[in-house]
C-alpha cells in the first residue's frame, strides 16, 4: 500500500515538488469558496476524514515553533526532537519537551476542535462516521472530545519507555519532581543538567527505564499501524477535510491530494493558500477557527 511505503519517509521531511501525476488532479479547476455548495456535499457525505495542523493547536494559543516561535533558548526545534540529541542529554530534551507539554496542558480546546467533535458525536447517531486525522501533537482533540482520533505524529501526553517500550497517557503536571518550574525558554537560561534516574521513569512491572514523550522524532519513521489505520479512512471517505496545515510536511501533505485523485471532494481550510490547494475542489481563506464551525454544523437536511 502507498502509505505502508511512506510510513519509511522520516518525520519532517520537505519536499520541493508540488505536483501529483496521474488522475483528475492534473486537470483540477481552480478552488471554489462556495460554503452553500460545500455545506451540500456535506449533507450527503457519509464517511468524512478531517486531517488537521498546526494552525488548528495555534487556534488555542499553542505555538507552532516554526518562525519565531522556532528557538527554544538557543537551540533550534528540530534540533532537541531528534533520537540522537535525547540520547546525547535527555535532560535538555525533557526540558524542551516539559515546556511544551506544560504550554498544551494550560490551553483550552478552539472552536475548531469543538465543531469538529460536535459534528462527529451528531453525525454517529445518524450513522455517518467522522475521523480525525491529525499532525497535532498536543491532544487537544480528544479533550474536545473527538473520539476517533489518528495521532500520527504522537501525543507530547504519552510516554514512551526506551527500555521495554510500554506506552502510557500521562498528563501529570509535572510530570517528575525533577521537572517542576523547569524548562523556560528565555535564551540565557542555563540547563538544569537533571541526572537522568531523576528524569520520569517508567513504573510498569518495576522496570524503571527511561521515559521518553511518545512523539516522532525528526528522522524517526512514523507508526506503520497508524498508517494502515489512515489508508483505510482514506480509502473510505467520501468527503475530506484539510484543516489548519500548510501541506509541506509527508507523508501527511499527500493525503488530501490521495483522495482528491479519486474524484473524491477535498476541501481546505486554512489562513492562505498551501502547495496543495490547486488540487482541491474547496478552499475556504481565513482563520479556520471563523470559516471551519458554520461548515461543520447542522445541515438544514439533518434528520435527528
Given at each position: 500500500?502507498?502509505?505502508?511505503?511512506?510510513?519509511?519517509i522520516?518525520f519532517?521531511?520537505?519536499?520541493?515538488?508540488?505536483?501529483v501525476?496521474?488522475?483528475?488532479?492534473?486537470e483540477?479547476?481552480?478552488p471554489?469558496?462556495?460554503?452553500?455548495?460545500?455545506r451540500?456535499v456535506?449533507s450527503?457525505?457519509?464517511?468524512?476524514a478531517i486531517i488537521?495542523?498546526?494552525?488548528?493547536?495555534?487556534?488555542?494559543g499553542?505555538?507552532?515553533?516554526r518562525?519565531?516561535n522556532?528557538?527554544?533558548?538557543?537551540?533550534q526545534?528540530?534540533?532537541?526532537?531528534?533520537p540522537?540529541?535525547f540520547?546525547?542529554n535527555?535532560?535538555?530534551?525533557w526540558?524542551?519537551?516539559?515546556y511544551?507539554r506544560?504550554?498544551?496542558?494550560?490551553k483550552?480546546p478552539?472552536?475548531?476542535?469543538?465543531?469538529?467533535?460536535e459534528?462527529?458525536?451528531r453525525?454517529?447517531?445518524?450513522?455517518r462516521?467522522?475521523v480525525?486525522i491529525t499532525?497535532?501533537?498536543d491532544?487537544?482533540?480528544?479533550?474536545a472530545?473527538?473520539?476517533?482520533v489518528?495521532k500520527?505524529h504522537?501525543?507530547?501526553m504519552e510516554?514512551?519507555?526506551?527500555s521495554c517500550t510500554?506506552?502510557?497517557m500521562?498528563?501529570?503536571?509535572?510530570?517528575c519532581?525533577?521537572?517542576?518550574?523547569?524548562?523556560?525558554?528565555?535564551?540565557?537560561?542555563?540547563?538544569a543538567q537533571?541526572?537522568?534516574?531523576?528524569?520520569?521513569?517508567?513504573?510498569?512491572?518495576?522496570c524503571?527505564g527511561l521515559?521518553?514523550?511518545?512523539?516522532?522524532?525528526?528522522?524517526?519513521?512514523?507508526?506503520?499501524?497508524?498508517?494502515?489505520?489512515?489508508e483505510?479512512?482514506?480509502?473510505i471517505c467520501?468527503?475530506?477535510?484539510?484543516?489548519?496545515t500548510?501541506?509541506?510536511?509527508?507523508?501527511?501533505?499527500?493525503?488530501g491530494p490521495?483522495?482528491?485523485?479519486r474524484?473524491?471532494?477535498?476541501?481546505?481550510?486554512?489562513?492562505?493558500t498551501?502547495?496543495?490547494?490547486?488540487?482541491?475542489?474547496?478552499?475556504?481563506q481565513?482563520?479556520?477557527?471563523t470559516?471551519?464551525?458554520?461548515?461543520?454544523?447542522?445541515?438544514e437536511?439533518?434528520?435527528i
Amino acid at each position: 500500500m502507498l502509505l505502508q511505503h511512506r510510513a519509511v519517509i522520516a518525520f519532517g521531511l520537505r519536499m520541493c515538488s508540488t505536483h501529483v501525476t496521474g488522475g483528475p488532479l492534473m486537470e483540477a479547476a481552480r478552488p471554489s469558496s462556495d460554503m452553500y455548495e460545500f455545506r451540500k456535499v456535506f449533507s450527503k457525505a457519509r464517511h468524512i476524514a478531517i486531517i488537521t495542523g498546526a494552525g488548528v493547536g495555534a487556534e488555542s494559543g499553542v505555538p507552532t515553533f516554526r518562525g519565531e516561535n522556532e528557538k527554544w533558548r538557543k537551540w533550534q526545534s528540530q534540533d532537541l526532537a531528534t533520537p540522537e540529541a535525547f540520547s546525547r542529554n535527555p535532560s535538555r530534551v525533557w526540558e524542551f519537551y516539559h515546556y511544551r507539554r506544560e504550554l498544551a496542558l494550560s490551553k483550552k480546546p478552539s472552536a475548531v476542535h469543538l465543531a469538529i467533535a460536535e459534528c462527529e458525536a451528531r453525525l454517529r447517531k445518524q450513522g455517518r462516521s467522522v475521523v480525525v486525522i491529525t499532525q497535532c501533537i498536543d491532544d487537544l482533540h480528544r479533550h474536545a472530545g473527538s473520539k476517533h482520533v489518528l495521532k500520527i505524529h504522537g501525543s507530547l501526553m504519552e510516554t514512551r519507555c526506551v527500555s521495554c517500550t510500554h506506552v502510557t497517557m500521562n498528563k501529570q503536571s509535572p510530570i517528575c519532581a525533577a521537572l517542576k518550574d523547569k524548562g523556560a525558554p528565555g535564551p540565557d537560561i542555563a540547563d538544569a543538567q537533571i541526572p537522568v534516574d531523576k528524569l520520569p521513569r517508567c513504573d510498569d512491572n518495576d522496570c524503571h527505564g527511561l521515559l521518553r514523550p511518545n512523539v516522532v522524532f525528526f528522522g524517526e519513521t512514523l507508526d506503520s499501524h497508524t498508517l494502515t489505520k489512515v489508508e483505510k479512512e482514506l480509502e473510505i471517505c467520501d468527503l475530506c477535510l484539510v484543516v489548519g496545515t500548510s501541506s509541506i510536511v509527508y507523508p501527511a501533505a499527500m493525503f488530501g491530494p490521495r483522495v482528491a485523485s479519486r474524484g473524491v471532494p477535498v476541501a481546505e481550510f486554512n489562513t492562505d493558500t498551501t502547495p496543495k490547494t490547486e488540487y482541491f475542489t474547496y478552499h475556504f481563506q481565513g482563520p479556520c477557527g471563523t470559516t471551519l464551525p458554520p461548515a461543520l454544523t447542522r445541515h438544514e437536511s439533518e434528520v435527528i
